[in-house]
Each structure stands twice: as C-alpha cells, then as structure tokens.
C-alpha cells in the first residue's frame, strides 16, 4: 500500500514495485491524478485504486480492506505529506488550523493507517516505510510545521518499530527532490537542478530487498555509487 501515489516519489516506488510483480492499493487526493496513476500501473500488476483523504477515518478503512481483499498487506509506505502552505509559513504566523492539517497528514494518518494493518503486516513480517525529511534533523527557517511532524514521526517510526518486532519499521529520508511539493516550497523557484524521484528509488528497494533493521535511514546512503552520481547529475 502506498498513499500518495499519484505522482512524485509514490508513483515512482509503485511503478518499480509493479514492474516486480507486487499488488498495489494505492490512494491519492486528487481523483484525476490517481486514475492516470491506475490506468498506467494496472498495465502491469492489480491496482486499487482509492481516491480519498488520509485523515478520513472512513477512507482509511477502505484502504484496509482492499488490501485484506488483496491477500494482506505485506508493505505499507506512508507517503502522503502536507507541507502547511505555500509559500510556507513562519512559526510565528503559521495558522493553528493549517498547522493541526500538517500534523494530521504528516503523524497522525501514517499511525493510524499503521494500526489498520498491523495484523496484516504481523501476519506477513512485513515492513513500513515511513517518508521523512532532513527538516525533521536540521532546522530550517520556514519549515517549522513541516520538519516538527516529520520530527514526530521519527520518533513515533522508532518507537513502533521498538515494539512490533514482527514488523521491520523505517523513516527514511529521500532527501531533495524535484518534486510538486519541493516546488510548492520553494514557488517561483528553479528546482530543475534535482534529482528525479526515480534516482533514489533503487535505495528503497535495497532496503526492502535486504530487510534491514527499523531506523532511520537515507536514502542516498542506500544507493550505489553509479546510482549516486547518475542522482547528482540529474
């Protein structure tokens, strides 16, 4: 299951988990964009497709149940983020209704839709991947909503990975990419110097393909070193 899935990152991890064969349940908000996104993958495995909220309750139930209908899920890759606006907002004049959105869709939904599918992630030994950020380390003007969620599910990634020793649990962080969120952060900007989320794909296969241990990680430092440099010169 991968939500956010319609473009960016999340279309980039379901293409390459399509072409290996997996199921996807995938979910986006924009109805539109999700049913490019299905029309394209279901050339290559079973898709559901869901469109929806990740903080609706009800959304994410069907989310659980189509993967139950599916066999279980085995992977389940939180990647639907909120940045809390564009351009983004200072701490001390960031609204607190976007900011309780940012702390829904970036801590609250991937816990939530976590809780949904741990007994079929137990069941298959399966993994969660959490996506993160350098916000969530380093601070950075503006990005004080943003990098304070993800910094919350660092820690709640931690924890959960701490007590569900059937379940491989990993923050990782993708680092900059040329994405329409990394856009929405910086609008009016030139971002045509970063790398695709394509490149940095190959990281999140490794750690799957090798089961690593739950943390934190980077993606980048998954990478190969032709992948890492095919990545910079992107």
């Known amino acids: 299951m991968i939500t956010g899935a319609s473009q960016g990152l999340g279309l980039a991890l379901a293409r390459s988990l399509a072409e290996r064969g997996w199921s996807l349940v995938i979910d986006a908000r924009t109805a539109q964009k999700l049913a490019a996104a299905d029309y394209e993958l279901s050339k290559l495995t079973t898709v559901i497709a869901i469109a929806g909220d990740v903080t609706d309750d009800d959304h994410r139930a069907d989310l659980a149940e189509a993967a139950a209908n599916l066999g279980g899920a085995s992977l389940l890759v939180n990647n639907a983020s909120a940045l809390g606006g564009s351009p983004l907002p200072a701490l001390a004049d960031f609204p607190v209704p976007d900011l309780r959105t940012t702390f829904a869709v970036n801590v609250l939904a991937p816990l939530a839709l976590a809780q949904l599918l741990l007994p079929q992630l137990r069941q298959h030994g399966g993994e969660i991947v959490n996506i993160s950020s350098d916000a969530a380390v380093e601070p950075y003007a ?57 490149t940095v794909v190959p990281g999140f296969l490794r750690l799957i393909d090798e089961r690593r241990p739950s943390g934190r990680y980077q993606a980048s430092d998954l990478l190969p070193k032709a992948a890492v440099a095919d990545a910079e010169v992107a």
């Open 142 to 198: 503006g990005w004080g909503g943003y990098g304070a969620s993800k910094a919350a599910l660092d820690h709640a990634s931690a924890i959960l990975g701490l007590e569900e020793p059937k379940v491989r649990v990993w923050a990782v962080d993708p680092g900059d990419l040329r994405t329409q969120m990394h856009q929405d952060a910086f609008p009016g900007e030139d971002i045509s110097d970063l790398p695709l989320p394509e």
